[in-house]
């Protein structure tokens, strides 16, 4: 497995270290979102490597993405169960800012916040929240 897999695979497990929401890895929006909400972390990009020699490295400032989602049915609770649930998001990745040593640093940007209509229902509250993985490896592919 490469240095990215298990990167954004521990970042997937350090996410569902939160206890009230539901979590996914690179998939669609379900019809239903859990009660506690639901978190969709996408792999987002790596960008291009800054690279040293000798020996030869690739230093990587990768952007993954978490979208958090809640439902609740009162529109004056949305804003704070997203709060809420972005909160969690920060306090799991600060939790251990190297993913068990697997990058540099694992640092979340403010999240970009997003109101998701839905036809005949209530309208969902997400937010897109930005994650900055830092790490460095012998091979881009590996």
Do not use: F, N
């Given at each position: ?19 009230s929401a539901a979590v996914l890895r ?57 709060d809420d649930l972005v909160a969690a ?36 509250k997400a937010a897109i929240v930005p ?12």
């Amino acid at each position: 497995m490469s240095a990215r897999e298990h990167i954004l695979q521990a970042l997937l497990g350090a996410l569902q270290t939160i206890p009230s929401a539901a979590v996914l890895r690179g998939e669609v929006l379900p019809e239903r979102v859990p009660a506690d909400g639901l978190l969709i972390l996408r792999d987002g990009d790596p960008g291009d490597p800054e690279v040293t020699l000798s020996p030869r490295r690739y230093h990587y400032e990768h952007r993954a993405e978490v979208e958090a989602i809640v439902a609740p049915r009162q529109p004056a609770d949305r804003a704070e169960a997203l709060d809420d649930l972005v909160a969690a998001i920060g306090i799991a990745i600060a939790a251990d800012r190297t993913l068990g040593g697997l990058c540099d640093w694992c640092e979340a940007s403010a999240p970009q916040p997003v109101d998701l209509p839905v036809e005949g229902a209530a309208t969902l509250k997400a937010a897109i929240v930005p994650i900055t993985l830092t790490y460095l490896t012998a091979d881009p592919l590996a």
